[in-house]
């Protein structure tokens, strides 16, 4: 992991996301504090539903044509997001700020070549001629290593295998060498071989070319392999923030702390699968205290009436929970009172 700098590429304040339905305005983040600072990888980790896509979403403004109420800032470097131009938001995706989808099938467009489409991003954002745009296209293809890049560049989406079509999508993400890289989930439709394969990638280009990065996942073991901080996300709100040592292998959050106890390792050959009972909650309908206490094995009476406020129980290892301060993890992410 690289040292801590100054300056962070990424800082979210107090954003929150909702959007109008049947019974009026729903909050999907709510209040969420986030800084990425440079050459880091964050993750954004919890159940589906979450808010962790949505969060991510905002970084680039697109909530924008989906009729959400974003309140807050989310700023990447000096610009604030939040209050950019349509021009300038055009400008800032695919340039400074790359995206790599969960499905490439839908963000690539299926009538056009690939190599035309990486080119047309790099002519826009680059302004280089297209015979340039071309070369470069497949010098991308051969970074993410695609197997017969030139040929490649004359495919259609649909003449790719998944793996491929991802790695096709991390070069036009890359295309334009971006400070920030936006990940949602890029690995869920992927075989254990070629996520592997696709992590290892995305490390190594991190590496290679200092880029910083947020990338949204569920799974603990994508978690562990790529992050350098990790912040669990639960009912639209951030419950448990650090480094990846401290929240994958110390949590102190009940959330993350059962989290951790349903995967499965080498180790718990014998033992049985841990499991999270219940439902996150409906976030039209909140509860009045800790939206977890209803699925908490440790919850107290406070922590149906009030919600928690963030604490700190370690330098950079801020959790939300009522009991934080009661509770000692062991290195298993099991817990006991202190």
């Not at 978690?223 to 994958?248: C, F, P, T």
């Amino acid at each position: 992991m690289s040292d801590r700098m100054a300056a962070p590429i990424l800082d979210i304040a107090s954003l929150s996301v909702a959007y109008r339905g049947a019974a009026g305005w729903t909050p999907v983040v709510r209040g969420i504090d986030v800084r990425l600072e440079a050459g880091r990888t964050l993750v954004l980790l919890g159940e589906s539903g979450s808010g962790k896509s949505v969060t991510l979403r905002s970084i680039v403004g697109l909530l924008r044509d989906e009729g959400a109420r974003v309140e807050g800032e989310v700023r990447v470097g000096a610009r604030n997001v939040t209050t950019m131009s349509d021009p300038e938001l055009r400008q800032l995706r695919g340039g400074r700020v790359g995206f790599i989808f969960q499905e490439p099938m839908t963000a690539l467009d299926p009538v056009f070549r690939i190599g035309d489409q990486i080119a047309e991003t790099i002519v826009r954002h680059r302004g280089t001629t297209w015979k340039c745009a071309m070369g470069m296209a497949k010098e991308l293809f051969e970074l993410v290593q695609i197997p017969s890049a030139a040929r490649r560049l004359s495919a259609y989406p649909n003449e790719l295998s998944g793996g491929l079509r991802q790695r096709a999508m991390i070069a036009m993400a890359m295309s334009c060498e971006p400070e920030l890289l936006l990940a949602d989930e890029p690995t869920t439709a992927l075989d254990a071989t070629v996520q592997i394969q696709v992590l290892l990638l995305l490390r190594e280009i991190q590496k290679e070319r200092g880029t910083s990065m947020v990338f949204v996942t569920h799974d603990l073991g994508v978690a562990a392999e790529i992050a350098d901080d990790v912040a669990v996300m639960y009912a639209g709100q951030i419950v448990e923030h650090g480094s990846a040592d401290q929240v994958l292998l110390t949590p102190r959050h009940p959330y993350t702390q059962a989290l951790t106890r349903c995967v499965v390792r080498g180790s718990y050959r014998d033992a049985a699968l841990g499991e999270l009972g219940g439902a996150p909650p409906d976030l039209g309908r909140l509860p009045a205290g800790c939206s977890f206490a209803p699925r908490c094995v440790r919850r107290a009476d406070e922590c149906l009436l009030a919600a928690p406020e963030p604490c700190e129980v370690a330098p950079s290892h801020i959790v939300a929970c009522l009991r934080a301060a009661d509770m000692a993890a062991t290195p298993t992410g099991e817990f006991q009172e202190s």
